[in-house]
């Protein structure tokens, strides 16, 4: 990547609202608020504010990252349809980050926690896929990892630019997000309206 470029990366999967502001291997900004709703409401401000902090403006940008899941839905909604929002509006590529890679440490075996007793995992050599903890320690020791579950890691958001930054160039595909499991929203039983043409 070039060493001087400009990438603003951002999550909202989880209980959180978080943003980090990259030039090249260099952190200019990052914040993590933790909140369990209002991140509709908090996550531009929250972009405002680091790219002030770190003394740049939108039209500076040469990239963008996100943070596409698993996790809470409407969350991943929120992050993914703002990046690819800004990105139409700047003109600039948007890449999806998943929270494997966005937590990926080595030695370790990354998952995102989920609801009753489960976990988000990608196991070596397989697909991601929900399975409960006690599936995921022992995939995790079978491998001589360590499970790693953390919801909210303090680095999240730089952790995704950097992914962004390393990958933005060769990126074609716009973010979206990485759902493993079915809404817990039933569908509605009521049958639509019906349209009169008049």
Known sequence: MPSDALVLGFDTSAAHCAAALLRGD??????????????????????????????????????????????????????????????????????????????????????????????????PGGEPRLMPLVEAQAVAAAHDLELLAEATPPDIAEAIARNAADRYQTEAVAPAPLYLRAADAAPARDAPPTLIDG
């Open 26 to 123: 260099t952190v200019l900004a990052s914040r993590l608020e933790e909140m369990t709703r209002g991140q509709a409401e908090r996550l531009m401000p929250l972009l405002d504010e680091v790219l002030a902090e770190g003394g740049a403006a939108w039209a500076d940008l040469d990239a963008i990252g996100v943070g596409i899941g698993p996790g809470n839905f409407t969350g991943i909604r929120i992050a993914v349809s703002a990046a690819r929002g800004l990105a139409l509006g700047l003109d600039i590529p948007a890449v999806g980050v998943n929270g494997f890679d966005a937590r990926h440490h080595p030695g370790t075996l990354a998952a995102v926690p989920a609801p009753r007793d489960h976990v988000y995992a990608l196991p």
